[in-house]
């Protein structure tokens, strides 16, 4: 017997295959007897009204439960029933009668008892008092004493276009149109104010005064009011925003506590004062389908009850949860009732008529346990038996598994099996790659194999922008051992930019044997052939990287067997690779030293191919059994490029800020025009439109030319991203060679300068990476105690690139002078701090030149803010004290030329609109133009230069000669 189940006292169906929902339960002494005992009436959606007398006998066997003689009145309407409440409704009478409201009526009874002639007793007997035909469609009623009436109820129908009509009992009073009304709501009437109370369709709860809807009328007749079409506009007087649909509303008026307004929301339980303030707010875990409150304990406080789709009851005390009971039904509508055996009774009705009558708590116990005999309690055998039991504890502790155990049986495995080659006829479609060869495809062969039978399977594949898949969801209804699930996938590259990753994701998610949701994932790396091809080299680039090895040099026809093309059967020294639609990247090979060059006219392009030769180095020499072949980077770091690639892809997001808010102005703007034109429209005196619907079309046709440029700059952002992303990849890779760092601190490295740009959510890249990098300066990277006390600065938009990329270069320089971003466990400092021991150590031992970030004199500004980490080793070129991407809130992009306002009208007509133009929308041009003319061939020599003298100077470094 559980002490947190509702007992069941009295239970019965109301009727079979019927329907109820809330308002069809209702708890009063409707027979008017002396006892003053509680009936339970119940209608249904089917027009069966039936009312129950609930008695139950306590027996060995529990409670009696339902009799027949529980039956009171069973009788069938002709209408569906949908609120049945009672209350004094008749004028001649102080007696309660009851109110059926249906459809299209709205009915009084009355429910009398007629003494029977023979033994079998009194009958009771139903009779029409009067009936109310109404003209639209009802859907809740509300009853009370509306205007202050002293012994007599008045009753208020709600229809379905939000009209409430007002009947004084036999005579129909008016009908009024609340303000705004889409959908119905809950209404109630609370006695102390004279005002209704409605959630209306906007999700407020409002008020209107009896007495102001009384007054706001033009209708002289019945027929006129019944029928209304308009009328004075009637305003709330008061109003709350709840911001989620209402499901039932309660006025409360206990002695003990002030006068309160509950509603019950979707999620949330609100009580509001007579006047419209929320005295509080309780939020629910779960969806509440009906509540009740019943009294007030003490003083101040409301005890209410709240059912919920789990079967579930709740009693609360305002917000504190008192009792939770478990119900065998899903209520919809809950009452309190005092029957003659029981008081406090909790009634409930379901959907599907279980109309149930319970109590909280559990009975006595009728069995008492005897007495145990008192023995000497012996304390040093229970001070062994407890540090017994504290060892077993401990040794099951040791030994326990803290990740959950996963049966072999429920094992899926997903099996990929990539082509060797790219398709024959390839299945890119939809592709916006502007190439002379056509974009090639390659696909996958993907597997799901189970051990035992597994339901509802669910494949998906996901790839990063640019690449493309040919299907990314698939469904099988099982898979088994047997009869395992076999999917081909195409991937191809769709947008004209470049990619970031080459890795596809594959999941799969499933329900096992016993019903348990499963999922499985898998990873496909796809081969870089897909998205680039072989051309012949280029000599001339203007971004040059250059990797350095302790191994011999290797001929490149040996690294990349399957992207020679033209270039087979030449000395390997130089191959020359070209993205689809994309630039060339050139690798080259030194004859004469233990290094690799690649090159390119684009910055971020070269990210994939340099990843690709030192992956591909680290294979070869791997597959040969040499263990310590190491490759490093002893140039400079290309900061300055990097911030380019960083600055156009703020600046894209700057123009979307700024396009939108141009947008939202001219929305305002051509919602006023709709509205004066719409004032001048329905005036009975015609008036002269002033061009207003000339300022309309123009205003319409800029709404659709701010449109589409947000559309473009979409695009822009996006490819910006992958940019970016590429960018990002290849400093991480070059400080990973720089700092030789380790996987540990290289995926620290990751995740804090991350190469994933997201800018779909209103957190932008570089304010995240920018806190993300700030962390890391104030602990493992600190030079001292103030670094740690610096406070972060607020996420949000920066006004400029400034502050971030001068945090980039204070990771660099503290990584190039010997700083490690995961402190090893064995540190005399446990603050993670970068001494200045460890600093002078780094000085001591005499770098090459190009192994520290140079610095630029009278370049790095002083910042004054909150989030200032000291001064910066500046690297050359950066130029931090330029603000590179001022934000001007004030200085919105322009449309033609045109400031934001309307053009000019022309001879009364407004000058066609020209398509709206996307500046900047071309990465690494137009934001930083001065800065590209700079000359990078002066520290970069070119090929043809570098064979004559072993002098020449790459990145730093001398006897470096590359040939073609």
Same mark, same amino acid.
């Given at each position: ?131 109310? !035909? ?36 036999? +005579? ?5 149109? %609340? ?47 019944? !029928? ?39 999620? !949330? ?14 939020? %629910?875990?779960?969806? $509440? ?11 101040? @406080? ?59 708590? @559990? ?40 990740? $959950? ?205 340099? !990843? ?42 700057? @123009?979307? @800020? ?19 034109? %719409? ?91 920018? +806190? ?132 000019? %009208? ?59």
């Amino acid at each position: 017997m559980s002490l947190f189940k509702a007992r069941e006292w009295w239970s019965t169906l109301a009727g079979e295959n019927e329907e109820y929902d809330h308002g069809c339960l209702c708890v009063a002494n409707i027979d008017n007897n002396s006892d003053g005992l509680d009936k339970v009436i119940v209608g249904s959606y089917h027009g069966s009204l039936r009312v129950f007398t609930p008695h139950s006998v306590k027996g060995e066997n529990g409670w009696s439960g339902f009799s027949a003689q529980d039956v009171m009145l069973e009788t069938h309407l002709q209408h569906p029933i949908l609120q049945v409440e009672a209350g004094k409704f008749v004028s001649a009478s102080e007696n309660t009668h009851l109110a059926v409201l249906h459809p299209r009526k709205l009915v009084v009874y009355s429910i009398t008892s007629v003494s029977g002639a023979v033994e079998h007793g009194s009958h009771y007997q139903l009779s029409m008092m009067y009936e109310q !035909n109404l003209k639209r469609s009802s859907f809740n009623m509300c009853y009370g004493p509306f205007g202050g009436v002293k012994g007599r109820d008045f009753l208020c129908v709600q229809s379905m276009d939000g009209t409430l009509s007002v009947f004084e009992q036999e +005579s129909f009073a008016f009908s009024r149109f %609340l303000p705004g009304a889409l959908l119905p709501g809950p209404v109630a009437y609370v006695p102390r104010t004279d005002s209704f109370v409605t959630v209306s369709s906007s999700r407020q709860v409002e008020s209107y005064k009896y007495q102001v809807l009384a007054v706001a009328t033009d209708s002289k007749t019945k027929e006129e009011s019944q !029928n209304i079409k308009s009328g004075k506009r009637v305003a709330a007087d008061w109003s709350y925003n709840i911001g989620e649909q209402a499901l039932d509303i309660f006025i409360t008026s206990f002695p003990q506590t002030p006068a309160s307004v509950f509603v019950l929301g979707d999620r !949330n339980i609100f009580c509001l004062s007579e006047l419209g303030k929320l005295r509080f707010m309780k939020k %629910l875990e779960y969806n $509440p389908s009906c509540f009740m409150p019943y009294t007030s304990l003490s003083e101040g @406080t409301i005890n209410y009850m709240v059912g919920a789709h789990t079967n579930t009851l709740m009693v609360y005390q305002d917000v504190t949860l008192k009792w939770a009971a478990q119900l065998q039904h899903i209520p919809v509508d809950v009452k309190v009732a005092n029957f003659q055996d029981l008081k406090g009774v909790i009634v409930t009705l379901d959907e599907e008529g279980h109309l149930d009558c319970s109590y909280l708590g @559990t009975d006595p116990a009728m069995i008492v346990s005897g007495q145990s005999e008192a023995r000497e309690i012996n304390y040093a055998q229970q001070d062994e038996e407890m540090k017994q039991l504290q060892r077993n504890i401990k040794e099951q502790s040791h030994k326990a598994n803290v990740l $959950p155990s996963r049966s072999s049986e429920d094992e899926v495995s997903i099996d990929i099996q990539m082509s060797s080659s790219l398709d024959e006829v390839s299945h890119a479609d939809e592709t916006q790659v502007e190439d002379e060869d056509p974009i090639p495809s390659i696909t996958a062969k993907i597997t799901v194999r189970a051990k035992l039978q597994v339901q509802n399977v669910r494949l998906s594949v996901h790839v990063p922008q640019p690449l493309a898949v040919s299907q990314p969801q698939f469904t099988f209804a099982s898979a088994d051992s047997n009869r395992p699930a076999e999917v081909f996938v195409s991937f191809f590259l769709r947008n004209n930019f470049l990619p970031a990753d080459l890795k596809a994701e594959v999941t799969a998610t499933y329900q096992n044997s016993a019903g348990a949701p499963r999922i499985a994932q898998g990873e496909i790396k796809l081969p870089v052939k897909l998205v680039v091809k072989p051309v012949a080299p280029v000599k001339m680039a203007v971004h040059k990287v250059t990797i350095e090895t302790n191994k011999p040099p290797v001929s490149l026809n040996d690294i990349f067997p399957d992207l020679l093309g033209e270039n087979a059967g030449g000395p390997g020294s130089a191959l020359g690779f070209q993205h689809f639609g994309g630039p060339v990247v050139t690798v080259l090979a030194s004859k004469t030293s233990q290094r690799y060059r690649l090159q390119c006219d684009e910055f971020e392009s070269l990210w994939l191919m340099t !990843n690709e030769v030192v992956s591909r180095l680290n294979q070869h020499f791997r597959s040969r059994r040499v263990s310590d072949f190491q490759c490093s980077y002893a140039g400079t770091l290309p900061l300055p490029e990097y911030f380019e690639v960083l600055d156009a892809h703020f600046e894209i997001r700057l @123009t979307d @800020t700024r396009y939108k808010e141009l947008l939202t102005q001219r929305a305002v703007q051509f919602r006023a025009i709709q509205r004066r034109l %719409l004032t001048r429209f329905k005036d009975k005196t015609p008036s002269p439109l002033a061009n207003l619907d000339t300022i309309l079309e123009g205003t319409y046709r800029q709404l659709l030319a701010l449109s589409d440029a947000v559309d473009d700059n979409k695009e822009a952002q996006a490819k910006a991203a992958g940019h970016l992303g590429c960018a990002t990849r290849l400093l991480n890779l070059l400080i990973r060679l720089w700092t030789n760092m380790t996987d540990r601190e290289f995926r620290i490295l990751e995740s804090s300068l991350a190469p994933s740009v997201d800018d779909n959510g209103e957190l932008g890249w570089e304010e995240s990476i920018d +806190s993300a990098i700030t962390h890391l300066l104030r602990t493992c990277l600190a030079k001292n105690a103030k670094d740690q006390t610096v406070n972060p600065s607020p996420l949000g938009i920066p006004k400029d690139t400034t502050k971030v990329k001068k945090h980039i270069a204070l990771l660099c320089d503290r990584l190039g002078k010997g700083a490690k971003l995961a402190m090893d466990d064995s540190s005399e400092t446990d603050t993670g701090l970068v001494s200045e021991e460890t600093e002078k150590e780094a000085n001591k031992k005499k770098r090459k030149p190009s192994k520290s970030v140079d610095k630029e004199p009278n370049t790095a500004t002083t910042d004054e803010t909150p989030g200032d980490l000291g001064d910066a080793d500046v690297p050359i070129g950066s130029k931090f004290g330029e603000k590179k991407s001022p934000r001007r809130d004030d200085a919105p992009p322009t449309l033609n030329g045109h400031s934001n306002n309307l053009p000019s %009208l022309r001879g009364g007509k407004l000058a066609p609109l020209a398509p709206l133009t996307l500046q900047n929308n071309k990465l690494g041009t137009g934001l930083n133009d001065l800065k590209k003319k700079k000359n990078l061939e002066s520290m970069v020599p070119d090929l043809d230069d570098m064979g004559s003298e072993p002098s020449s100077m790459v990145n730093g470094e001398d006897d470096a000669v590359f040939s073609m």
